[in-house]
Nanobody, 125 residues
Framework: VQLQASGGGLVQAGGSLRLSCAAS????????VGWFRQGPGKEREFVAA????????FYADSVKGRFTISRDSVKNTLYLQMNSLKPEDTAVYYC???????????????????WGKGTEVTVSS
């Protein structure tokens, strides 16, 4: 599986961006796909994930209510709509895919075995 993230950029606080992650090499069925981010000097952290079948979503508390994860099964593409952006959202954002995961492991980056190259998001104050 190849994952290609795009859509990052520079935006002012309060603004919006939509990230995309195009998948190739296979189609997803029972997989979990998600977004992680790594800010300057910080460890990689979970942002959001979605079950490809059924579209159940999961969010980090820090982005709940501001970010929306979605997928287009026809285009085999994952999205992350980011609204009300804050300077602390500044990070490199990575998309990732995993086999079926139970709820307690969905936020664990080590459970994801496919990763795309990141796309950088900078939020200015």
């Amino acid at each position: 599986v190849q994952l290609q993230a795009s859509g990052g950029g520079l935006v002012q606080a309060g603004g919006s961006l939509r990230l995309s992650c195009a998948a190739s090499g296979r189609t997803f069925s029972n997989n979990v796909v998600g977004w992680f981010r790594q800010g300057p000097g910080k460890e990689r952290e979970f942002v959001a994930a979605i079950r490809w079948s059924g579209a159940t979503t999961f969010y980090a508390d820090s982005v709940k209510g501001r970010f929306t994860i979605s997928r287009d099964s026809v285009k085999n593409t994952l999205y992350l709509q980011m609204n009300s952006l804050k300077p602390e959202d500044t990070a490199v954002y990575y998309c990732a895919a995993a086999p079926y995961l139970i709820v307690t492991t969905i936020r664990n980056a080590q459970r994801y075995n496919y990763w795309g190259k990141g796309t950088e998001v900078t939020v200015s104050s």
